[in-house]
């Protein structure tokens, strides 16, 4: 068998393969590049989320308390719990939705604090951080 029995390959198909092969490479490189980008903004998301404060209740409702239903009513109203002191962070709040009390508070103070924050809405203060906590869940 002499060399003029094997065909000669086509050096322009030989070419588009590898051209071919380097955009591969090329777009690989790029999707673990923005993998790479996006992955520490989930995380950093991810932080601020557990870091973000819910104020109970809302600092223009200072003064008032929260009825086990997570309702603001007058000060000294029976069965009702003063404000907390402090804020919440958005990780204390996702420990108590999973059984956890809220720090400071007793079993039935924790539950109208939790009541209080489930009945946040939109334009309230906290209300974003407790979105971001429903919704990474």
Request: with cysteine; aromatic share 8%; glycine share 8%.
């Amino acid at each position: 068998m002499d060399n003029s029995d094997i065909p000669a390959e086509n050096p322009a198909e030989a070419e588009d393969a590898i051209s071919s092969r380097r955009r591969m490479l090329a777009l690989g490189a790029v999707g673990v590049s923005a993998a790479l980008t996006i992955r520490p903004a989930f995380a950093q998301t991810a932080v601020s989320v557990m870091n973000c404060q819910i104020p109970v209740p809302a600092p223009t409702a200072a003064g008032k308390y929260i009825d086990a239903a997570g309702k603001l009513v007058a000060p000294g109203t029976k069965n009702a719990f003063p404000g907390s002191p402090r804020p919440f962070t958005g990780e204390e709040v996702k420990r108590a939705f999973r059984g956890q009390t809220l720090p400071g508070t007793s079993y039935n103070q924790s539950q109208a604090y939790l009541q209080y924050i489930r009945r946040l809405q939109a334009g309230q203060s906290g209300f974003t951080c407790f979105a971001s906590i429903t919704t990474s869940r």
